[in-house]
């Protein structure tokens, strides 16, 4: 599969996803609802008209402080949301540790837009901000070719944003591969119960 449907796939993903909690965001507020005046039912006699009134303040409060959504919680809140929604989603399934470390290694892997425009600015062929996006074969033929005699250098300016995208979206699902096989490793390294059982005995 290409990166450029990788994309488009990460796309339809991220807008599932995000209808998903938008569902089960306005579900919860309901039960919530539901529930906060079943209790005070049970256990007052406040008359219907107040009641209405403490209803309409509940979702008042719903509205005015919206409930974080679970991703937002999660380390690295900052740049979470420029991941593919498929590994933001499996991220926010890995254990505590392997979270903040997966976050910690993408916040010192990941590319700056800042950083290769400052590398682009350099002339061709001396211009090296394919060479910072880990993209040495472009690079190598970007060079030879004095950046496309000076208009690939002009398209680049356009793209930048893009080439970085792309780069990060790589690095992201490493990173990613690297915490599930730490995870599992861990999953078969922990003592079952059974195990216990029988080292007790």
Known sequence: MSDKQEEILDKIRERVLAREREIQLEQDKDANLEATLQALEDITEVPRAEM???????????????????DALLPGGQFHTQLPASVREAVSKLPRVLKEEFYEEYTLAEKKISLSYLFWLIPPPFSCHYLYNNRIFKQILYSMTMGGLMIWWIVDAL???????????????????KMMKQS??????????????????
């Open 52 to 70: 209405n009134r403490i209803a309409e303040e509940i979702k008042a409060s719903y509205t005015s402080s919206p409930v974080k959504r679970d």
């Open 159 to 177: 793209r930048m944003k893009q080439i970085v995208q792309e780069e990060n979206r790589k690095t992201a699902r490493k990173f990613l591969k």
């Open 184 to 201: 599992l490793r861990r999953q078969r390294n922990r003592p079952s119960f059974q195990n216990l059982i029988r080292d007790d005995r």
